[in-house]
């Protein structure tokens, strides 16, 4: 079982619906991290938290530590928001990726 | 805003030879990181270094190695690139306990 496990794997929405990516790990953490990967290579990091729940735009995202388990919701979506979406925990000095949620938003 | 540039955005090498990928960063961070990303297995990390001439294996250091001269350029090795060694490589860079700042990646070829 990998450590980091993200869910779905693929996602097809229609613009303007509620997305929602999880995130799952099996160890103790300091921080998650969210990440938006387009096509092309280049990642941009979208949230790094520790507790509770941040927002950016249309994009919040939340981490329960006692459950272990993160969220990464997309309001509003829309074409743009089409790429892939990885969540990363850092144990130590060192992050530990998901395999990443491929989302595509139809308009 | 932090820029981190990677030297060659495609690059096809044969099998064999010695491969450099560079990395720079402009913004003084201590740590820089070099990962792979193949699809299905996400990012590994390769190698990693916080602080000049320092660098610590990451999960798949085999048929790399890495130099940190100065503290604004890590360079990833391919001693002899093999074809197992096709794949996206990326590097970041970040001060401790601070988000990854990644470049454009490279995609390297390996025939």
């Known amino acids: 079982k990998n450590e980091v496990e993200q869910s779905p794997q693929n996602l097809t929405a229609q613009e303007g619906e509620f997305i929602t990516i999880n995130c799952s790990y099996s160890?103790?953490?300091?921080?998650l991290h969210w990440l938006q990967q387009h096509p092309g290579g280049g990642i941009v990091s979208l949230f790094m938290?520790?507790?509770g729940k941040k927002k950016h735009g249309r994009l919040i995202a939340t981490i329960n530590i006692q459950e272990k388990h993160s969220s990464l919701h997309i309001t509003a979506s829309h074409p743009r928001d089409s790429a892939v979406y990885i969540c990363?925990?850092?144990?130590?000095?060192?992050?530990?990726f998901g395999a990443g949620t491929i989302l595509r938003v139809k308009s | 805003d932090v820029k981190v540039t990677q030297s060659s955005r495609y690059l096809v090498k044969r099998t064999g030879e010695k491969v450099f990928l560079e990395c720079v960063q402009d913004?003084?961070?201590?740590?820089m990181f070099w990962y792979r990303q193949d699809p299905g297995l996400g990012l590994r990390l390769i190698y990693f270094?916080?602080?000049?001439?320092?660098?610590e294996k990451g999960d798949i250091p085999e048929g790399y190695s890495v130099s940190r001269e100065k503290k604004e350029r890590f360079s990833l090795i391919l001693e002899s690139a093999s074809t197992n060694q096709t794949s996206m490589y990326l590097c970041?860079?970040?001060?401790?306990?601070?988000?990854?700042?990644f470049g454009n990646g490279t995609r390297l070829t390996v025939t």
């Open positions: 970041a860079s970040s001060l401790s306990g601070s988000p990854l700042h």
């Open positions: 160890v103790g953490i300091s921080a």
């Open positions: 938290l520790s507790s």
């Open positions: 990363a925990v850092r144990r130590g000095n060192k992050l530990v």
């Open positions: 913004m003084d961070h201590e740590n």
């Open positions: 270094s916080y602080d000049v001439k320092m660098k």
